[in-house]
């Protein structure tokens, strides 16, 4: 809760300081506070979720820049819970950190996605077994979603990171993002959607407050946010398979609206790709030149931006358990703009 009492002249100057070099900072600083992964006076990393307290309720991180520090961080600073939802999990700091902080007591739980409608798979064997021996709670996902794609950390049910990427140690070869979310509408249901998907009982999420975008169902507030577009459409994702919103891009395309793509070239997606070219959308392909395009990002009117799991594919969209965040916080939309228009840069156009 906000302080309702006047602040000292000399705080106020402070506030205000802090305020305008956290803007000033670009990606160092996205949306106020310390950045993700900074270091204290002793060189470690700060808790995101301690430096955070008292910042914005929004915060962005880029990969590849930022690496696994910032969740690491979380996990460190976490005091009582734990919830992890994740696609795939192999990266092995994360999951010492997971044990770790089982081990000094808080209560962890994590879900691992389990194969294509709990098809056994094995991608998340070795993740599984070692948490479960080192007093991790520790489950596979539902088998009512074709996948569990989701990919959130909640800490302490004060802070959850809502991601485009998996935690797989890959974090230096791939374009990702993910938003820091303290707001507690939203922390609170991404928990109860937890619980739910922990439990077996399958539930349609709220978006908490306002925010917060679902799969199974989400395609109607994709395809609107696709036309509600005015001057500007910014795609980057792995798929293209979902012929509702390559027809909505191509819509937009032609009422005059610039609509940009960026991709990491794969053939599953060329007839959608060429679609695109041919209706007047300019698409830039990656073939693995610098990073893999694995990114979920949907900018519109350089006003506002859905980062989330959900690739614009019929599966994704309807069938799988996903999350996204439909964010307006003027300097997320500016980096996420600034991060684009690098990646859109170093493609070839196609």
Known sequence: MARRWPLPIALLAVLVLVA??????????????????????????????????????????AEPQAGNAPFLAMIDGARHSVELTMYELYDTQIEAALAGAAKRGVDVRVLLNDGYYSERE????????????????????PTYFALTHQKTLTVDGDESAVMTLNFDGEYATTRDFAVLDRQPADVREIVSAFDADWSG???????????????????????????????????????????????????????????????????????????LSGCGAKVHLHYG?????????????????LVSSQNLSTTSLKYNRELGIDVTTRAIVSQLERDFASDYAGGSSS
């Open 122 to 141: 094995s991608d998340n064997a070795a993740a599984y077994g070692y948490l479960r021996s080192h007093g991790v709670h520790v489950r596979y996902t």
């Open 201 to 275: 009982r399958q539930i349609t999420p709220s978006s908490g407050t306002g925010d917060l975008i679902w799969s199974p169902g989400a395609e109607s507030a994709v395809l609107k946010l696709i036309a509600s577009a005015r001057s500007s459409i910014d795609v980057e994702n792995e798929e293209m398979d979902y012929a509702p919103a390559t027809e909505a891009l191509c819509a937009a395309a032609r009422r005059g609206v610039k609509v940009e793509v960026v991709m990491t070239y794969e053939s599953d997606w060329k007839r959608a790709l060429s679609e």
């Open 20 to 61: 305008a070099a956290a803007v000033a900072g670009g990606t160092a600083a996205v949306a106020g506070g310390l950045a993700p992964g900074a270091t204290g006076a002793a060189g470690g990393p700060v808790p995101a979720a301690r430096a955070a307290a008292s910042g914005p309720s929004l915060q962005l991180v």
């Open 289 to 305: 030149q610098r990073y893999y395009i694995h990114a979920k990002l949907l900018l519109v009117d350089g006003r506002t931006a």
